[in-house]
Every structure is written in structure tokens, then in C-alpha cells.
């Protein structure tokens, strides 16, 4: 059985708990099941849903080993939350979310975080090509402070009051993005280094990044001089756009998906969001049941 995209067809899809069962011990063990306790081990059939491993005599379900096994909550509540998480494009707060479960807040922000924590699989890709680089600053604005609130001097890049976010943008591909203590050329060129491929394209915003030249080719464009780019054609005829439009319009629909969906978030929290944020770029040109079923397969 493989899910359609929409309300609707989900519901008809898993009507009762035992069909999420059903949906869930498919996807994560295929025809035969496997203990969690010893994968060489016979497994035999109990009431239930349960399942029994011979070697270790431990009884275990669908859930043992996932993150659904620590909750009182049904296997169905989980499975229709991670469909609503994936079907909204910029995400769903925890009011939302325990409002459509009829679940306290509390419990739908857990839900969510938790859910979140198996999404970063998505950052942990390298780039190469042509790559853009960019930081951006998380917090609110000073104008909008009440006057005993506003931070002095805290315009540009300084984050005295904000959260750095760090990303590298394949051109025409994936994006990886990390919280990072401060915007230092020693913080910053360690990342570049682990996830951008060598000889690689990369383009910055005119920011110092010292010492790329030995390992990349680096263009910049400086946008206080209001320069935001230009068309380079090479001696070998290779035609070079140099620009950071790409990885600013990143920045633009994660900055939306903060301040539109959940206003605020915490500097502890942050990096989960950025995850989610990356999560859903990265599989930009999936239906919701492909986001939905690759999630689901990353908890199972």
C-alpha cells in the first residue's frame, strides 16, 4: 500500500491503528521481520502485534527501537502528525498541530522535536560544483524592540542579540547549513573543508575567507559597494555567473518559515529548525507521500 498526497486519502490509507502497523513493519522490515534485539535470531508471531526473538526470549513490537516506543501515544496519532508536518510547506506550530490531534501543546511540541531529530540526515551532504556560501543572522529586528530592549550597535553582522547560521549552496542542488558560534574565517573554513569538494567553484559575499584559494576557486561579489554580480567568461570559454542570489534566496524562505510559522525560536532549538528548514529544500521537488515515506524511513 503506498499512501496519496492529501487529507483525505490519507485517512481512507490508515483508517485504524492496525493499518499504520501494518504501513510501518513493511517499511522498515520488508517481508521478513527482524528482531531489535538479534538479527540472527527466529522471530515468532504473538497476539497483538507483538513478536517474540527466540534467542533472547525479549517480546518487541514496531515500534521498539524507534523513537514511538517511549510514548503512551498511538502509532496512528504519530504517523497522521508526521503527514501533517510534511504536508504544510513551511512547517506547522505545536498550537496547530495539538489543536488537529486534540493533544495538549506540550505533548505536540515534543512530538515535533522529536520528529525533527531524524531529519537531519538531509545536512549532512557534501556540494560541489558551484557553490555558494552565506551567512545569516536569526533574531528579531531592533525597531521592532520595546525601547528598554533595543541592543546598541547591533546592526550588519554583528550578533550580539542574533544566531549566526552558516550555509553552502549547491547551485541546482542541495544546501547544508549549521548553527556556528560567530562568522571567524577559523570557525567557518574547517566546514567549508568537510562539506565542499575540492577544486570546487565557490562564491561569498566578499567576507574574508582567507586561504580558499589553495583548495577552491574562490569569486566574490561585494554587495556594500552595491556589486551583486556579473558574467565571467574564461580563457577556456567556461562562463562563470558570479552571485550569492541563490544562497540569499535560501536565507529569504528560511527566514519566512521562522518568522511565519513559529515567530521564535530559541538559540538551544535552532539547529533542529535549520534541519527541518534543509529537510524540506533539499526534497523540494518530492510530492508530500515521497517526504512523507522518506521521514517515516528515517525513524523506522
Avoid at 499512501?3 to 513493511?26: A, T
Avoid at 528482531?35 to 508471531?45: A, I, L, Q
Wanted: proline letters at 2%.
Amino acid at each position: 500500500m503506498k499512501p496519496k498526497d492529501g487529507i483525505l486519502n490519507f485517512m481512507l490509507n490508515f483508517p485504524d491503528e492496525e493499518s499504520c502497523v501494518k504501513y510501518l513493519e513493511k517499511l522498515r522490515w520488508g517481508d521478513t521481520v527482524v528482531s531489535p534485539f538479534d538479527s540472527s535470531s527466529k522471530v515468532y508471531k504473538c497476539a497483538n502485534g507483538k513478536y517474540k526473538c527466540r534467542n533472547t526470549g525479549k517480546y518487541f513490537d514496531v515500534k521498539t527501537g524507534t523513537a514511538f516506543a517511549s510514548t503512551k501515544l498511538s502509532l496512528r496519532t504519530w504517523v497522521f502528525a508526521i503527514f501533517l508536518f510534511m504536508s504544510h510547506k513551511r512547517g506547522i506550530s505545536s498550537c496547530q498541530l495539538a489543536r488537529d490531534l486534540g493533544v495538549t501543546q506540550k505533548t505536540a511540541w515534543n512530538m515535533l522535536h522529536k520528529i525533527r531529530a531524524f531529519m537531519e540526515s538531509q545536512n549532512k551532504q557534501q556540494v560541489s560544483g558551484d557553490v555558494e556560501i552565506d551567512e545569516t543572522f536569526v533574531g528579531g529586528k531592533n525597531k521592532n524592540r520595546h525601547k528598554d530592549k533595543k541592543v546598541e550597535k547591533c546592526q550588519g553582522r554583528s550578533f550580539k542579540d542574533k544566531v549566526p547560521v552558516f550555509g553552502m549552496l549547491q547551485r541546482n542542488g542541495h544546501v547544508s547549513a549549521m548553527v556556528v558560534p560567530n562568522t571567524k574565517a577559523s570557525t567557518l573554513k574547517p566546514l567549508i573543508s568537510q562539506y565542499i569538494e575540492k577544486d570546487s567553484n565557490v562564491f561569498t559575499d566578499g567576507w574574508e575567507y582567507s586561504g580558499l584559494d589553495k583548495d577552491y576557486r574562490q569569486f566574490s561579489v561585494d554587495h556594500g559597494r552595491s556589486f551583486y554580480g556579473e558574467t565571467i567568461i574564461t580563457g577556456y570559454g567556461e562562463c562563470i555567473e558570479v552571485s550569492t542570489n541563490g544562497i540569499e534566496n535560501v536565507w529569504s524562505h528560511f527566514k519566512r518559515m521562522i518568522f511565519g510559522t513559529y515567530y521564535k525560536v530559541s538559540k538551544k532549538h535552532l539547529q533542529r529548525y535549520v534541519d527541518e528548514f534543509v529537510f524540506r529544500f533539499n526534497t523540494r521537488k518530492y510530492s508530500d507521500t515521497e517526504r512523507f515515506e522518506l521521514l517515516l524511513h528515517n525513524i523506522a
